[in-house]
């Protein structure tokens, strides 16, 4: 079966899922790619892929759906939103007007495409980077904030505060079958046995709980 997922995906989620599949089909190789989600709709569309985890599927794509993480602000330490409380929420339009750190994950669903969803525009970025790891550095440098997926947050968080939004918004998982897929007997096998597991729960990588394990 080749399966094919965004990193942050692969690091929370998909693991047990793997594991478990494994030990009542042994016979059975997953082999797991890892993309952007639209490099993951490009091998779905010309069955290069059996099955690919996408994000924010619409009904009529019959996906699984897995489960689903929220975007949070991430805020230098420094900075004057960082004195709020751990229990405060952060609204969107207190961001908008502050140096911004765009990270993109290489995802087109991004800080700034849920700003302008919501009727607002960033005035200020300072630069745009695809790795979420180069994002945190920068952000826990003092060089912007950002709005970025709890999924992907470190655990190291020296430099930066974390928020929720105030307005919370999700990103969804779901779990779609290629043209080829339809007809692979192996990937209709693991669709099964993911039906039958729990589903549609939400990773278990929350602010407050990956707060609590920093400190």
Sequence with gaps: IKLASFPSVFANLLPPLLQGFSRLHPGIEIVSLEGTDE?????LANSSIDLGVVMNPCPSRGA???GRDSWVAAIPATHDLARKSSHSTVALKDLVEEPFILATGGC???GQSLVEREGLKLKDVKITVRDWTTAFAL????MGISIVPASTLPVDRRGMRVFELSKPI????????????????SAQAFLNEIRKSTLGSDIPMTVRSTEAKVA
């Design 39 to 43: 490099e993951v709709e490009q091998w």
């Design 64 to 66: 699984l759906l897995l």
């Design 108 to 110: 087109y669903l991004n």
């Design 139 to 142: 952000i826990s440098e003092g």
């Design 170 to 185: 999700y990103r969804e998982f779901g779990l779609v079958c290629s043209p080829a897929g339809e007809n692979t007997p």
